[in-house]
């Protein structure tokens, strides 16, 4: 028998699937999809292409560094996790994970995706993929979340990052159309995010994290998830006007924003987030809420097809 | 004599924590030789193409 310091803070052995669920595995999936549909969509658009065992490299990087911001995060939020029961199993409240580990693995991984990406690509795509990393790990996490209701909204631009950096691991430069890649997702982060609060605002509000829903009320959340997606839909449009976005893309968005939009209405007219709100109007809010990641990975599978699948055909110009 | 309040708080481990110790640096191992070949990889890459990257810019 070995001795063992009484220091641990296990309850239980964790498990690899503790491990995995300390990097955010679904989180972790949308950026490494966004992260490919950059690095395609530049290529696409340069003629640029990337050695496949770099370009597979980068997009572990991406996956890493994903991971790393997940699992600083759990580090940090335990406390509140421990409380609310949607994250009360998660490994270090679940006392799978100690806490010390959590953030060594966030730590060590990120450094390693950072110089995995600089070895891969380049000093651009490797700066960007820190900063990404501190954006979520730090501003988000450590400051925005428990200060303001708009935690989601600034937040949002860390989730943004990874088709930016996809785009300047091939090219080394980041053009218009790679933020615009990166304003789809900045858009769509609050009314994606908000549908999911108005299901959750109690358990945020027993811990104190100032969600717009306990801070401004689910009245003025379903407000404002019908201004964003107003915004949104013009946006996740505007890949047509600067040739990023063929007929593939321009049917899925527009028809996609179309739904996304009655969605966001039928959000507003409902009671959803409400004290007694009908089931059929938090089943709406849930529905918004899984309707907006499949929004997302179609939009940016449309980029994917046209770009690494060679089924581009331009609206404008061609 | 030796002072029991200098002795270290420890506890036994049990035969579960030390399986999965063991499955934990395992796996600590292979990430640790997964990057040195990708760091391989991707030097024997760069010496070369130069820059693992091709066409027009």
Redesign the interface.
């Known amino acids: 028998m070995t001795d063992l310091t009484a220091q641990s803070q296990q309850k239980r052995p964790a498990t690899a699937a503790d491990y995995v669920n300390l990097m955010k595995p679904r989180i972790m999936m949308l950026v490494v999809f966004t992260a490919v549909a950059g690095l395609a969509a530049a290529s696409g658009m340069t003629g640029v292409t990337m050695h496949p065992a770099m370009a597979a490299i980068a997009v572990l990087a991406v996956a890493l560094g994903s991971g790393a911001a997940g699992a600083i995060n759990m580090w940090y939020d335990a406390d509140i996790d421990a409380v609310m029961s949607r994250t009360s199993t998660r490994p270090i409240p679940s006392g799978a994970v100690p806490k010390d580990e959590a953030l060594a693995m966030g730590l060590i991984m990120s450094g390693v995706s950072v110089m995995l990406m600089w070895l891969a690509s380049n000093w651009l795509a490797a700066g960007l993929l820190a900063f990404s990393i501190f954006y979520y790990g730090v501003i988000y996490t450590m400051w925005l979340k428990r200060a303001t209701p708009q935690n989601i909204v600034i937040g949002g631009g860390a989730g943004a990052f990874p088709p930016v950096i996809g785009w300047a691991a091939v090219t080394g430069n980041t053009p218009l159309d790679a933020w615009i890649l990166f304003a789809i997702i900045f858009f769509w982060t609050p009314p994606h995010f908000w549908a999911l609060s108005l299901l959750a605002h109690k358990e945020y509000a027993k811990v104190s994290v100032p969600m717009l829903p306990v801070t401004h009320g689910a009245k003025a959340t379903r407000l404002q998830i019908l201004i964003y997606t107003i915004v949104l839909i013009p946006i996740s449009l505007s890949p047509l006007a600067t040739g990023l976005g063929g007929w593939i893309y321009g049917i899925t968005a527009g028809v996609l924003g179309v739904v996304f939009l009655v969605c966001a209405l039928a959000i507003l007219r409902s009671k959803a987030g409400d004290d007694g709100a009908p089931g059929a109007d938090m089943k709406l809010a849930r529905n918004t809420f899984l309707f907006s990641i499949l929004y997302l990975f179609a939009l940016f599978g449309a980029v994917l097809v046209e770009h690494a699948a060679g089924l581009y055909f331009p609206v404008i110009g061609g | 004599m030796e002072d029991p309040t200098l002795k270290?708080?420890?506890?036994?481990?049990t035969p579960?924590?030390?399986?999965?110790r063991k499955?934990?640096n395992l796996?600590l191992g292979l990430a640790l030789a997964g990057?040195v070949v990708?760091?391989m990889?991707?030097?024997i890459?760069?010496l070369a193409?130069g820059t693992?990257?091709?066409?027009?810019?």
Do not use: C, N, Y
């Open positions: 270290p708080d420890v506890r036994q481990m579960e924590e030390l399986a999965a499955k934990r796996w990057f990708l760091v990889i991707t030097t890459i760069r193409t693992g990257i091709s066409g027009r810019m």
